[in-house]
């Protein structure tokens, strides 16, 4: 059952698939290494708009995340740094599109103002 809940990501079907039942749908991987990473949805939206629009700097952005989290063992991709959809144990760094972006030199600029009332 926990598997209709949980999106597979092709990015990273080589990867063990770990069950997080605290988690359920957010997809969890882990690398030969045994580091452990987290991809939520909304992530994975924004990693799909980036390769549309950015197509020349997806696979620097894949190396990226790869470098992170075999450095830091424990990550959460999150897509709202204000409410990650994840609830995990002490150790774990959260890293959204724009942090991962800036680090490869890609600056992508937000033009909505989240405080407006005025709403598309």
Not at 41 to 51: G, H, I, S
Request: aromatic share 14%; charged share 30%.
């Amino acid at each position: 059952m926990y598997n209709n809940y949980v999106q597979e990501y092709t990015e990273w079907k080589d990867r063990k698939k770990l069950i997080d039942l605290r988690n359920k749908l957010v997809p969890c991987y882990q690398n030969d290494d045994g580091s452990i990473f987290y991809v939520e949805p909304l992530f994975y939206t924004f990693l799909q708009a980036l390769n549309r629009l950015h197509h020349d700097y997806y696979s620097k952005f894949l190396t990226k995340m790869d470098e992170i989290v075999k450095k830091e063992r424990k990550v959460a991709f999150i897509g709202d740094d204000e409410d990650p959809l994840v609830h995990l144990d002490h150790g774990y760094i959260y890293l959204t599109v724009p942090d991962i972006a800036a680090l490869i030199g890609l600056i992508l600029d937000d033009k909505s103002n989240r405080d407006s009332d005025w709403k598309d």
